[in-house]
């Protein structure tokens, strides 16, 4: 079998070199029909690509917002330089921003403290009216008075003005047309554009835009803003990279153009199958040129190799594709199964990165295997004949490590077993805010609302009173009203804004505004003709329907919360929903729910499904092994080395940061594949050694470092740079995915060269006669 895949790799070599301009242009159109596909890609702008159609927390926001007018909305934060906000000058500015505002594309509603819609009582008539009109013509008592309501008015109170009056909020409704980047864009540009004019206007002012419609728009404008960046940067890492370690004009340019042509085909995959880029899935055709290098480098390096022992340049190409044809096909199928195994997430737009980036695998492997070695073989290349004598460092270190194995089996043993230990540190945290660096306006804005207006994090009650017309009913209101009070009680609570204080204040201005009068109405028809009352005297664009269903028959109830982890939104979301089981009647059952609520529980939602696709992942890439290396016993030592990386960056992370978000789900099943490249090159050419030469397991293992270390090593350079060039990722999940998996990478290569070999030494004893018996593995 041996001699029979040996004779169809070096038949296949020969072919290609014979019919290398055939296997230059070929490839070379099949890449550029594929890549055609990139002409249909297109961002999505929102935010629930990251939850599937089955996605509970989803399907009850949907719900919510199929009842009430949607919660899409901006928000300006307007805050001077000094003093309060509560002056004519700046009440005036408030005003005029609240007028203009209606110009915003798709707005539907406007809320500030200006045109808050104050009731009073006049004799026997209720008037409902702006709270300020002009406000240039303002008199101090009139501030006064407006300081008084405002403070007192708990829908306003640490809503759209702050405990010390030195900050305000402009809040606009948007109705957006679903998913359509153009309108939403349009929307937050004029908001920014009105933003911008307001602060030129008045430069000791400072306004802030933030909300939901920001937030969706943030994620198109992150991945642009990380493939402008980071393509490029990776690009010329590669460059630099290849050229350094394979000191080829060359070679660096068949590699380039490789890699190049993979990132081409992936993208253009993505086109054909209809995918919307979001910012984990545009980082694909930056996994793709890193991993893309790893078959270049390994089928180059061992052609350079064999030159500089002087063998001739073609024959030397053909023993390259002979060594190499089996590991870089293992390696690339192992990276495949690890990629698509993203397909269990529970984040669409992890599919889509993992089918991305399976496609521009098999596209490097395809193109490793034909269009770069009828490169290498047209392509002029010079390496000079290695006449020095020395032995190379990579060879020196496989005689340390044989001469200290059992040091080495221990001391990494025991180092390994401690850093996983750390992982317990790791806590889980997904604040949607916190996805995006201060690079992106929106995270600066938000930051900002929640250091100086009210908190941006929300959770929202649908409260059903199970009748039609049943939110005028008194026991309703009762009940809505303890789980308000219940609620501010909370310590992560800044606000809440429900039906009962509208009613309270409606009860009030009809009794004169007498201030004993602030509570519900006792009855129900007296409720539901306030309601009446005062819907009838509201403006267009200001009615009920953001807190009242169309039938009356539940209410709105939502929560502001403080600058809170998931896990704490998490709790109280369910300590909210035990309360309404224990004190609320069936029909007022309601499940928390909002965007914020979606993000709190992506990760755990995400690590449940991603690990049955790891697990079957890892057993799909352990059988691969075992298969093509046709032994049990290799496949099983191969568990430890490919296991072991993983567990240890997240050890790694917990010990010097603690928090990790949505990366900590795809982590492993994105690492694996890669992981396994190294594991997979060492124990192919150590069975070689074994099976086809007849070496001892020491010289085996010394016969793997010299003839794949100096590739390994390159190659884990590589990829450890490509990963890290994720850091730089303006986007928080793509940034923790680039360093985790780099981390990874980089602990797989050292236990790989420290731990592996003497795990095959302790445990492979076996004679190369015994082996000899055996059937020998794939080693074309």
Not at 361 to 381: D, E, N, Q, R, Y
Not at 664 to 675: F, K, N, W
Request: hydrophobic share 50%.
């Amino acid at each position: 079998m041996t001699e029979t895949k040996t004779g169809f790799a070096v038949s296949w070599a020969r072919f290609v070199v014979r019919w290398r301009w055939l296997f230059l242009i070929l490839p070379l159109i099949a890449i550029m029909a594929v890549a055609s596909g990139g002409r249909f890609l297109s961002f999505t702008s929102d935010y629930r690509a990251f939850f599937g159609a089955d996605n509970p927390q989803l399907k009850s926001f949907e719900s919510l917002q199929a009842i009430y007018t949607r919660s899409d909305n901006i928000l300006f934060v307007l805050k001077p330089a000094s003093g309060p906000v509560l002056t004519p000058e700046w009440l005036d500015v408030v005003e005029t921003l609240t007028e203009d505002s209606w110009q915003i594309p798709y707005s539907i509603r406007v809320d500030s403290i200006t045109n808050f819609q104050h009731t009073e009582a006049v004799q026997d008539d209720l008037v409902v009216e702006n709270l300020v009109e002009d406000a240039l013509d303002l008199t101090a008592d009139d501030i006064s008075r407006i300081n008084r309501l405002v403070h007192e008015e708990p829908t306003l109170a640490n809503r759209l003005i702050s405990d010390d009056s030195t900050t305000t909020g402009v809040q606009i409704t948007l109705q957006l047309p679903i998913d359509d980047p153009v309108a939403l864009d349009a929307a937050v540009s004029h908001a920014e554009n009105m933003a911008a004019a307001v602060m030129a206007k008045h430069p000791d002012l400072r306004v802030a835009v933030t909300g939901v419609a920001p937030l969706s728009n943030a994620f198109p404008r992150a991945s642009i803003a990380d493939m402008q960046l980071l393509i490029p940067l990776m690009f010329g890492i590669i460059a630099c990279a290849v050229f350094l370690f394979l000191r080829s004009f060359t070679g660096t340019f068949a590699t380039l153009l490789v890699v190049m042509l993979s990132a081409m085909g992936a993208m253009g995959v993505a086109g054909w199958m209809g995918i919307r880029l979001t910012p984990p899935s545009a980082m694909a055709p930056i996994i793709v040129l890193t991993i893309a290098i790893a078959d270049c480098v390994h089928i180059l390096v061992t052609m350079f190799g064999e030159m500089r022992r002087g063998t001739e340049r073609r024959e030397a190409l053909i023993e390259s594709l002979r060594v190499n044809t089996q590991p870089v096909f293992l390696t690339s199928l192992t990276t495949v199964i690890g990629f698509m195994s993203l397909n269990f997430s529970d984040a669409p737009p992890f599919h889509d990165l993992g089918n991305m980036s399976a496609a521009g695998v098999v596209a490097a492997w395809a193109l490793s295997m034909t269009f770069l070695p009828a490169l290498a073989a047209i392509l002029p290349s010079r390496v000079a004949v290695d006449r020095s004598g020395q032995t190379p460092m990579i060879e020196r270190l496989g005689d340390f490590i044989i001469t200290h194995r059992t040091k080495m089996l221990v001391g990494i043993g025991i180092l390994s077993v401690a850093v996983i230990s750390m992982t317990s540190r790791i806590q889980l945290d997904d604040r949607f805010v916190e996805y995006f660096d201060h690079s992106i306006p929106f995270r600066v804005d938000s930051d900002f609302a929640r250091e100086n207006l009210s908190g941006i994090y929300q959770v929202e009650f649908s409260l059903g009173s199970g009748e039609s017309g049943g939110v005028s009913n008194p026991d309703y209101l009762v009940t809505v009203e303890a789980f308000s009070e219940w609620l501010r009680s909370q310590p992560e609570v800044t606000h809440v804004n429900t039906l009962t204080d509208t009613m309270k204040r409606l009860s009030k201005s009809m009794h004169g505004d007498d201030q004993t009068w602030y509570r519900l109405p006792a009855e129900r028809d007296l409720a539901a003709q306030y309601l009446l009352l005062f819907e009838m005297s509201l403006p267009y664009g200001l009615d009920l329907n953001s807190l009242i269903n169309v039938d009356k028959s539940a209410s709105r109830l939502t929560v502001t919360l403080d600058n809170v982890t998931s896990q704490e939104m998490r709790l109280l979301s369910e300590r909210s929903e035990d309360w309404l089981r224990a004190n609320a009647p069936a029909h007022m059952y309601s499940e928390g729910t909002s965007s914020a609520i979606m993000f709190a529980y992506i990760a755990d939602r995400n690590i449940r499904s991603m690990l049955i696709g790891t697990g079957l992942a890892f057993v799909l890439i352990s059988l691969t092994l075992i298969f093509a290396l046709r032994s049990l016993r290799i496949g099983l030592i191969s568990l430890i080395p490919n296991l072991a990386p993983a567990a240890m960056a997240f050890g790694i992370w917990g010990l010097f940061v603690g928090e990790l978000g949505l990366a900590a789900s795809v982590i492993a099943a994105t690492s694996l594949g890669l992981i396994v490249d190294a594991t997979v090159h060492i124990l192919s050419k150590y069975v070689r050694a074994r099976r086809e030469r007849g070496f001892s397991p020491e010289d085996a293992v010394r016969y793997s470092f010299r003839t794949v270390g100096t590739a390994l090593w390159v190659t884990t350079a590589v990829l450890i740079a490509g990963f890290a060039v994720l850091a730089f990722s303006s986007f928080r999940v793509n940034a923790e995915l680039g360093i985790l998996t780099a981390i990874a990478i980089g602990i797989a290569l050292i236990i790989d060269f420290l731990l592996l070999p003497p795990l095959l030494l302790l445990l492979d004893k076996r004679s190369a006669s015994d082996k000899a018996g055996e059937a020998k593995p794939a080693t074309a």
